[in-house]
Structure formats: C-alpha cells, structure tokens
C-alpha cells in the first residue's frame, strides 16, 4: 500500500509565486512527516518535520507546512518562490512501528524568471 | 568535512561485474541506510542497520547485500551487475534515540551498468 502520495511530479512557478507541494500519507495513526529537498547532483537535505504538537511547522529557507490530520496531509508552502528553491522536494513519513522513512515519488520545482 | 560521504561518487560498469559502494559517517548514529533513486520512483530502500550486528532487507534487496563493517561503515555490493541497476544509489543514517527519525544523507554514488 502506498504510504505517502505526492500530487504533481513537475511544479512551475513564476519568481514570487506562491509555492504548494502537496503532499498525502496514509496512515490510521498520524505519522511523522518530512520534506527533504535534493538540489542537482546532490544529496537530500531536511527542510522540515512534523512529530508531535503545533501543526505548522516552520522549515529552512522560508518553507513551512501544515499536517491536517482530517485531510491525511503535510503540504509544503513558501508564500514568495526564489530561482534559487528550483529542485526536487521529497514528503516521507515514518508510519508508527515502522523502522525506516517511506518516501514519496518527488516533486520537481521549476521557477520561471 | 562532509558527515556522510559515499565512494566512489560516479562508476561505470559492465554487465556481471562485482562493485561495492562505500558508505562511511561521522555523525556518530547507529542507523545507516542503503536507497536507490530513480526518476518518477523517488527513493526505494534497499538494505538498513540499526547496529553492526543488525541487518534487514528493505523494499528491494533482490541483487544487492550489504555489510556493516563498523559503526561508521556500511558497504552496498552488486554480485553481479545488471543494466536496470543503473541508478542513483544514497546512503543514509539517523540517530536511534527515541523520537528522532529524520535521516541525514550522503551526496550519492551514480552508477551505471552497460
């Protein structure tokens, strides 16, 4: 079973922009969530995560998110998009009792000048 | 100095040759972790550790096995590489403490078998 979704694997946005990835899990159990970015030819750097207590949470580089329990979902958000947030974010969750990190298929983020 | 660093960082190599891929941290955690990254899939696991004398199989661990040489090294090897093995391959690692699962990265290693 699919334990975390990411709707749209490209993103476009214009500089300034409002940025939304969204991002569903499924779980009966509110998980842990995580956004990684991955800019080109590097590895994946947390930008933000949601264990327990405030819903939104407050990432680097300006990006926050919102786990709302009652829609299943961690949308990432950045209210001005940068040239310089063009990569590839990634929504993981750990499911209660699980080991390790599912990741979800990536959203790649493009910013037009 | 990078926490976790990965060996080599590029590799070419031909069908039915044996690679290892290196793995090594100084971030002092227990956990290490084995992924391959393609594009649309995100990133599969493939092997975990949570101490040297601890392995599992992840998602997909068919043609790979891994060895966990200390706390601070965790070796991915092909026995015998197949061209859909071409892929972008990071290891990981995070803290066991209670509560704390977010996995730190290495820059990868690419691979690609021709």
């Known amino acids: 079973a699919q334990s975390v979704t990411q709707l749209g694997s490209h993103v476009s946005v214009s500089e300034g922009a409002l940025v939304l990835l969204r991002c569903n899990y499924s779980?009966?159990?509110?998980?842990?969530l995580f956004w990684y970015v991955q800019y080109p030819n590097q590895g994946l750097q947390l930008l933000l995560k949601?264990?327990?207590?405030?819903?939104l949470v407050k990432g680097i580089n300006g990006f926050e998110a919102e786990f709302k329990k009652s829609e299943t979902s961690f949308h990432l958000t950045k209210p001005s998009a940068h040239m310089s947030d063009a990569a590839e974010y990634f929504c993981?969750?750990?499911?209660?009792?699980?080991?390790?990190?599912?990741f979800g298929t990536g959203t790649r983020l493009t910013v037009i000048p | 100095d990078a926490d976790v660093t990965q060996t080599p960082r590029n590799r070419i190599t031909k069908t039915g040759k044996r690679i290892m891929l290196e793995c090594s941290q100084t971030?002092?955690?227990?956990?290490m972790y084995w992924y391959r990254q393609d594009p649309g899939l995100g990133l599969r696991l493939i092997y975990y550790?949570?101490?040297?004398?601890?392995?599992n199989k992840g998602e997909i661990s068919d043609g790979y096995s891994v060895s966990r040489q200390a706390q601070a090294k965790f070796s991915l090897s092909l026995e015998s590489a197949i061209p859909n093995q071409t892929a972008l391959y990071f290891c990981?690692?995070?803290?066991?403490?209670?509560?704390?699962?977010?996995?730190?990265f290495g820059p990868g290693t690419r691979l690609t078998v021709t």
């Open positions: 971030k002092g955690h227990d956990r």
């Open positions: 550790s949570f101490d040297v004398k601890d392995i």
């Open positions: 949601y264990t327990t207590g405030a819903t």
């Open positions: 779980s009966s159990v509110p998980p842990y």
């Open positions: 993981a969750v750990r499911i209660t009792g699980a080991n390790n990190l599912f």
């Open positions: 990981a690692t995070s803290d066991g403490l209670a509560g704390s699962y977010e996995q730190y």
